[in-house]
T-cell receptor, first 117, second 108 residues
Framework: DTEVTQTPKHLVMGMTNKKSLKCEQH?????MYWYKQKAKKPPELMFV???????INESVPSRFSPECPNSSLLNLHLHALQPEDSALYLC????????????????FGPGTRLTVL | GEDVEQSLFLSVREGDSSVINCTYTDSSSTYLYWYKQEPGAGLQLLTY?????DMKQDQRLTVLLNKKDKHLSLRIADTQTGDSAIYFCARGDYKLSFGAGTTVTVRA
C-alpha cells in the first residue's frame, strides 16, 4: 500500500479563521513533508519532519504551523491566512528519515485545495 | 537559471510515442524521478532511475539518462488519452528540485 491520504479535499476559509489540514500514511515511513503548489507550477517544499521531529522549515510564515503527533500523522495548522495563500497543499512521505544525504522516494497524497477569502 | 529545466508543452497523437525531456545542472543526486499530475490531483510517482544507470524500462515507460550531458528523458509508448497530464522531472535526495512541468496533450 503506497497511499498517503489527506483531509479535507477542499477547504474555504476567511482570513480570521483557524483551520487544520491532516495527512496520514500507514506505510511505516519515517519522513513526512508539506508542499505548497500554485496552479501550473511545481510544488514548493514547506516543511520536513524526520522521525517526528521538524528537520526543515523553508522560511515559511508563522501563520502556517506544522505538527507531527506520531509517525503516521502530519497536521498543518492555519491561522490568519492571506488570499495569496490559496493553493493546493500536498503532503508526502518517504521511507527513510529524510534528514540525511540518503536517498528517499517521496509518495504524495491527493492534496487539499485551499481557498482563502 | 533553474536547476531542473523542461519544455512546457507537448502535443502527441493517440497511439504515438511521447518523449519528454529534462536537463539538470547539479549531478550530485542519487536518483532522478518522473511524477505525473492529472488535473485536480496530487503527484503520482511514475518511475525513477538510479544515477549510475543509463536506462530503465517499466511497461510503456522508458527512462534514459545521459549523465555526461545531464539529460533525462521519459518515453511513453502507445500514448493514450489517459496519459494527458503534467509531467514533472525531479532530482534530489530528501529535498527535491522539480522542473516546471511539461503539459502533455493527447489528441485523437
Amino acid at each position: 500500500d503506497t497511499e498517503v491520504t489527506q483531509t479535507p479535499k477542499h477547504l474555504v476559509m476567511g482570513m480570521t479563521n483557524k483551520k487544520s489540514l491532516k495527512c496520514e500514511q500507514h506505510m511505516g515511513h519515517r519522513a513526512m513533508y508539506w508542499y505548497k503548489q500554485k496552479a501550473k507550477k511545481p510544488p514548493e517544499l514547506m516543511f520536513v519532519y524526520s522521525y517526528e521531529k521538524l528537520s526543515i522549515n523553508e522560511s515559511v510564515p508563522s501563520r502556517f504551523s506544522p505538527e507531527c503527533p506520531n509517525s503516521s500523522l502530519l497536521n498543518l495548522h492555519l491561522h490568519a491566512l492571506q488570499p495569496e495563500d490559496s493553493a493546493l497543499y500536498l503532503c508526502a512521505s518517504s521511507p527513510d528519515g529524510g534528514g540525511t544525504s540518503s536517498t528517499d522516494t517521496q509518495y504524495f497524497g491527493p492534496g487539499t485545495r485551499l481557498t482563502v477569502l | 537559471g533553474e536547476d531542473v529545466e523542461q519544455s512546457l508543452f507537448l502535443s502527441v497523437r493517440e497511439g504515438d510515442s511521447s518523449v519528454i525531456n529534462c536537463t539538470y545542472t547539479d549531478s550530485s543526486s542519487t536518483y532522478l524521478y518522473w511524477y505525473k499530475q492529472e488535473p485536480g490531483a496530487g503527484l503520482q510517482l511514475l518511475t525513477y532511475i538510479f544515477s549510475n544507470m543509463d536506462m530503465k524500462q517499466d511497461q510503456r515507460l522508458t527512462v534514459l539518462l545521459n549523465k555526461k550531458d545531464k539529460h533525462l528523458s521519459l518515453r511513453i509508448a502507445d500514448t493514450q488519452t489517459g496519459d494527458s497530464a503534467i509531467y514533472f522531472c525531479a532530482r534530489g535526495d530528501y529535498k527535491l528540485s522539480f522542473g516546471a512541468g511539461t503539459t502533455v496533450t493527447v489528441r485523437a
